[in-house]
């Protein structure tokens, strides 16, 4: 059902993007959860088993109900753009414990027989310990799942966002909203969120603004995230997810892989979106330096441009380097 928020003057003023690694490790584990989530995640999913296997996820099924809440102080929106994984646990155990209780209670209801459960019971019945277990558990999961693997991660939702902001100044909201349609759709100053389950509501956002935040775990869904005070928060699915989990090689088509060898291949196929060096070789698993200079041999034959973005500079194919690469076998 629709979650329309509505925008005043000062909302339009205060929208903006982040990464949450908190938000990615517990969407990391309703991936695990739900089989929905499955498809791109598959080398991920086996690489991780042995991991998952030593892992309790119990206490997280109380709070990820298919169709519900799920407490907010688990993963509060980021206060910055780029918080760091230390940061964002160190919000997590300075929750307070009434306000963790509230929204415990509130989540557990749309799983029938949670707050009754001996797990649920102890948890409620001590807020202050079920925050420090529920951290503590959040850490280790953050370590075994996500932390080898945040380097690229993070080079794709920061893709992702250098995207979306380049659509926002070429054509406000309503262009930044686009290509997530239907489900999201911005018309008259409201934004309106097709969710899963739930009544139709309407938020006013009060002068808050929004909170944008790519996932590479959220796909199919996007999500409407944070009740009050927090602020109003939009996850969706970040650009480039079919790609995270492949190896170079993989990426770059065999045809292309013979005409400029494997890691130059991929390092043009890798260009799904404008990238830095030093986050195109994070997501593509390579040395720097060598990807700095496939890069220079690509740019000098007129398959990439680049530009300066602040202090980085952005690679980008050209109508040349893309035709190539959608040209294999043609």
């Known amino acids: 059902m629709p979650l329309r928020m509505?925008?005043?003057?000062?909302?339009?003023?205060?929208?903006?993007?982040?990464?949450?690694?908190?938000?990615?490790?517990?969407?990391?584990?309703?991936?695990?959860?739900?089989?929905?989530?499955?498809?791109?995640?598959?080398?991920?999913?086996?690489?991780?088993?042995?991991?998952?296997?030593?892992?309790?996820?119990?206490?997280?099924?109380?709070?990820?109900?298919?169709?519900?809440?799920?407490?907010?102080?688990?993963?509060?929106?980021?206060?910055?753009?780029?918080?760091?994984?230390?940061?964002?646990?160190?919000?997590?155990?300075?929750?307070?414990?009434?306000?963790?209780?509230?929204?415990?209670?509130r989540s557990m209801a749309f799983t029938p027989g949670a707050a009754e459960s001996p797990a649920g019971r102890a948890l409620l019945d001590d807020p202050a310990r079920a925050v420090r277990r529920l951290a503590d558990l959040t850490e280790r999961i953050w370590h075994a799942l996500l932390a080898p693997d945040w380097p690229r991660v993070r080079a794709l939702?920061?893709?992702?966002v250098a995207y979306r902001a380049r659509r926002l100044a070429d054509g406000g909201l309503e262009r930044l909203f686009a290509d997530l349609r239907p489900v999201v759709n911005w018309a008259e100053g409201r934004l309106t969120v097709s969710t899963?389950?739930?009544?139709?509501?309407?938020?006013?956002?009060?002068?808050?603004?929004?909170?944008?935040?790519?996932?590479?775990?959220?796909?199919?869904?996007?999500?409407?995230?944070?009740?009050?005070?927090w602020q109003p928060t939009v996850i969706y699915?970040?650009?480039?997810?079919?790609?995270?989990?492949?190896?170079?090689?993989?990426?770059?088509?065999?045809?292309?892989?013979?005409?400029?060898?494997?890691?130059?291949?991929?390092?043009?196929?890798?260009?799904?979106?404008?990238?830095?060096?030093?986050?195109?070789?994070?997501?593509?698993?390579l040395a720097p330096s060598s990807v700095s200079a496939h890069l220079a041999v690509l740019r000098s034959a007129g398959l990439l441009t680049s530009r300066r973005d602040g202090h980085r500079v952005l690679y980008e194919r050209t109508p040349l380097g893309t035709a190539l690469l959608e040209g294999d076998g043609a």
Request: proline share 12%; aromatic share 6%.
């Open 237 to 285: 699915p970040a650009r480039g997810v079919g790609a995270l989990w492949q190896e170079p090689v993989e990426r770059a088509a065999d045809a292309l892989v013979r005409l400029l060898g494997a890691n130059r291949a991929a390092v043009l196929s890798g260009l799904e979106e404008p990238a830095s060096t030093t986050a195109l070789a994070q997501r593509l698993g």
């Open 6 to 105: 509505s925008f005043g003057t000062d909302d339009l003023l205060r929208c903006r993007f982040a990464i949450s690694p908190l938000g990615q490790t517990h969407e990391a584990v309703r991936t695990l959860l739900r089989p929905e989530r499955h498809p791109y995640h598959l080398p991920w999913l086996r690489r991780v088993r042995p991991a998952v296997a030593g892992l309790d996820l119990s206490l997280f099924t109380l709070f990820m109900p298919i169709r519900g809440y799920t407490p907010d102080f688990l993963g509060p929106p980021p206060e910055v753009p780029y918080p760091s994984v230390e940061e964002e646990l160190a919000r997590l155990r300075a929750t307070e414990p009434a306000a963790a209780r509230r929204e415990m209670v």
């Open 157 to 160: 939702l920061e893709a992702d």
């Open 196 to 229: 899963r389950g739930g009544n139709p509501e309407v938020q006013p956002l009060d002068g808050r603004g929004l909170l944008l935040m790519p996932s590479v775990f959220v796909w199919p869904d996007v999500v409407s995230g944070f009740a009050p005070p």
